[in-house]
């Protein structure tokens, strides 16, 4: 699933050629993705003007001229595609704009879009319910240690809480813990302060690390320009079930099940 630098990648990437420009035609393909498109989305888009793009958590966000922001969330498999050379079956959205086309494609439509009023759009219930973004100046020790207290909950889990933290997923988490040497079981409210104060750099770093790089291309995922993200080719402990960890102290890397999803880690530099 496209996390935090996956979206910002692609809107980012989408920025460069839609801010600014007048949306001459929306055209679906379908009536519905994860959920129906909304009703008023093709009068409501066509012939507004894009004033921005922004993100919040893994939401990526089109301003317009209109009031009104368009939302969209990329599910499992979604991406967008500039000018694409031929159309594909799964592209659910097009935009055009009087020089380019910009096709949401989805082959497993997971993803979905929604429009919302831009002036109540932090009370839109998916947004409203975020915590901090990992990258603003909120996330702090004290947010994690009021967040954690008293939590018997494994760490990897409550990082993964959107209200806690928003835009983390998977990889990202597996990638920080390591970094910061803290074990995905450790229960929250058992993790130190200093552990924390570790933490948060390490959380930062490997989010920077992967916007630079363009994201990590695993299957589905690439950029609006058609170029793949590399930072998969960074990963010290996802997907390396069984593989040395590169640290002196290490040892090989071991895979859990936490909450239904995969936990990659090292358990001898994570220790417990």
Known sequence: ???LPEVETTVRGLA????????????????????PFPPELVQMVTGATVTGLGRRAKYGLIHT???????????????????????????????????????????????????????TLNEWPSIASLGPEPLGPDLTVEHLRQAFAGRSQAIKLLLLDQRIIAGLGNIY????????????????????????????????????????????????YARPDGQLGYFATRFAVYGREGDHCDREDGGVITRIEQGGRSTWFCPKCQKK
Do not use: Y
């Open 16 to 35: 460069k050629f839609l801010d600014g420009q007048r949306i001459t035609s929306v055209t679906l393909n379908r009536p519905n993705m994860r959920k």
């Open 65 to 119: 001229d209109r009031e009104s922001t368009l939302i969209f969330h990329l599910g499992m498999s979604g991406r967008w595609r500039i000018d694409p050379e031929e159309p594909d079956k799964h592209d659910h959205l097009v935009l055009e704009t009087e020089g380019h086309q910009f096709a949401l494609c989805d082959p497993r439509r997971f993803g979905w879009v929604d429009l919302v009023a831009t002036d």
């Open 173 to 220: 988490v597996c990638e920080a813990l390591h970094r910061a040497r803290i074990h995905p079981l450790k229960p929250g409210g058992n993790v130190s302060r200093q552990a924390l104060t570790r933490l948060i750099p390490e959380i930062v770093a490997v989010l920077l690390q992967s916007i630079e790089d363009g994201g990590s291309s695993l299957r589905d």
């Open 1 to 3: 699933m496209p996390e």
